[in-house]
């Protein structure tokens, strides 16, 4: 039982509260769908301490003042077991989507949608793939690729939050 308090507002909250109350209930959902998939994933959360810890428990330290291309690792990397006929490998990056007004959205920061691009370009080919992956509450999983997100950016309009001013797209999926 994750004990973190839950903020409709998430947000909205400070760095610090977000850390001290993230809730790994997005991963924990991608993983069961994984295994129940038939494939292996392992967390390359870069800036955890294990698999099972948020990211605002890293132990390196200034994590956020390391260059861009390490800090764009995706969430993780996911492939099929080795005595499987499927050959697929992929990383994943998890984002966190929202209900609202009859529609399913999500945030997607400026600098995210950089990094994302940068990633792409630079550690996949024609055997392993970037995806975006939306783990919703029902258990439904949406996955998105990065010229799939562009497109749908071009739809959106480009915003601030208001408690530190980081630019984001507001993009429906």
Known sequence: MNDKKYYSDFNSQDYKTRVLNYRNDAENRFRAYVASSGYLCRALHLNAVSDTESYGESIIKNFSKLPTLIKSFPD??????????????????????????????????????????????????????????????????????????????????????????IE??????
């Open 168 to 173: 984001y797209f507001e993009i429906v999926i």
């Open 76 to 165: 993780y990397f996911v492939y099929a077991p080795e005595n499987s006929e499927k050959q697929d490998q992929f990383f994943v990056e998890l984002k966190n989507a929202t209900w609202e007004h009859g529609k399913i959205t999500s945030k997607i920061k400026l600098r995210d949608i950089k990094r994302y691009c940068l990633f792409e370009q630079t550690f996949t080919n024609k055997w392993t793939r970037f995806t975006i992956c939306y783990p919703l509450r029902d258990g439904k999983m949406i996955f998105k690729s990065i010229d799939q997100i562009l497109k749908l950016i071009s739809k959106s309009e480009l915003k601030k939050f208001p408690n530190d001013g």
